[in-house]
């Protein structure tokens, strides 16, 4: 029940220097079995195919990783376009359970069903960040800085709702604190609302 590990993989058309290096989305394809697109689903067992480290101290540990490609422009002014976007949410492979969680059916569960919230709320943030982008006019010339602003701007409120669900539930220790961010966090789901979590994590609701 580690922190979420996000990683976000840009490949911007034309776009070089914002462009890591050996980065792009081949290098995440789930036909090379380093990963799946994420869709709604509950996750297994199955899906933890990575090693647990030696000197850890946690149990399990989900990594999320993105996709990002900027596709063609749909509306433009003089300077200005909407863009097509392309935003691929991963769950990568190398997520890991420890052996004391797969003998232990019990504690299988509880902490399956702690990382399932890590995986929707990485999936609710790539749905935002795709209305996002989609929803900007970018200055043609500079767009790349204000693709990645909107980028990097929720990627601190998805670590903060991370960091605010793992304070509150102790990891998943806390059953009462983990019932309650489940349904807040199938409430988000169920309305498609990126919105719902950042007004818990503003103590707006």
């Known amino acids: 029940m580690k922190n979420l590990i996000t990683v976000l993989l840009i490949t911007l058309t034309g776009l070089a220097c914002a462009q890591p290096k050996n980065q792009d989305l081949s290098s995440i394809d789930p036909r090379l079995n380093n990963g799946f697109v994420m869709t709604a689903m509950k996750l297994t067992a199955a899906e933890f195919k990575g090693q647990m480290p030696p000197g850890t101290d946690n149990i399990s540990d989900s990594k999320m990783l ?44 509880r902490v399956l069903n702690h990382e399932q919230s890590h995986y929707d709320i990485h999936l609710l943030m790539a749905a935002e960040l795709k209305k996002q982008l989609s929803e900007t006019y970018f200055d043609r010339r500079e767009y790349a800085r204000g693709i990645l602003d909107i980028r990097d701007k929720l990627s601190r409120e998805e670590l903060k709702i991370n960091q605010l669900y793992q304070a509150e539930t102790n990891y998943g220790r806390n059953t009462g604190r983990q019932k309650e961010w489940d349904t807040l966090i199938d409430k988000a789901m169920q309305a498609k609302s990126w919105a719902v979590l950042m007004q818990y994590a503003s103590g707006k609701i």
């Open 66 to 109: 993105m996709g990002l490609r900027k596709l063609q422009a749909i509306q433009s002014t003089d300077t200005r376009s909407k863009y097509l976007f392309q935003v691929i949410p991963y769950f990568s492979f190398s997520s890991w359970l420890a052996d004391t969680v797969k003998n232990n059916p019990e504690l299988l569960a």
